[in-house]
Nanobody, 123 residues
């Protein structure tokens, strides 16, 4: 009923930048919190940044000052601008959204995840 599609990952040198995008689609009538998480090989998935529908933002300490999360409510899209990338930022990045949608008859709430996009920081 709802889907998150990510784009923007890739290979970048240390100190470089990437911008991730994640668009939600479906019979959506409201998106609450949106966010980005990441999972490095052999590690647990961890929070990177979140943004509420009102624009309140939270970052992991490891990315503060380097990453910027934003959203376009008209496009149901969340972005992650990543600057000054480090090798330790290498991971699969997943977007996440708390979505209210219609299933054809009733309003539903669903916590959606994107398929993941690989970010590799290496020289």
């Amino acid at each position: 009923q709802v889907q998150l599609v990510e784009s923007g990952g890739g290979l970048v040198q240390p100190g470089g930048s990437l911008r991730l995008s994640c668009a939600a689609s479906g019979s959506i009538f409201r998106i609450n919190d949106m966010g980005w998480y990441r999972q490095a090989p052999g590690k647990q998935r961890e929070l990177v940044a979140t943004i509420t529908s009102g624009g309140r933002i939270n970052y992991a300490d490891s990315v503060k000052g380097r990453f910027t999360i934003s959203r376009d409510n008209a496009k149901n899209t969340v972005y992650l601008q990543m600057d000054s990338l480090k090798p330790e930022d290498t991971a699969v990045y997943y977007c996440n959204a708390d979505i209210n949608y219609w299933d054809g008859s009733y309003p539903r709430r669903y916590i959606a995840w994107g398929q993941g996009t690989q970010v590799t920081v290496s020289s």
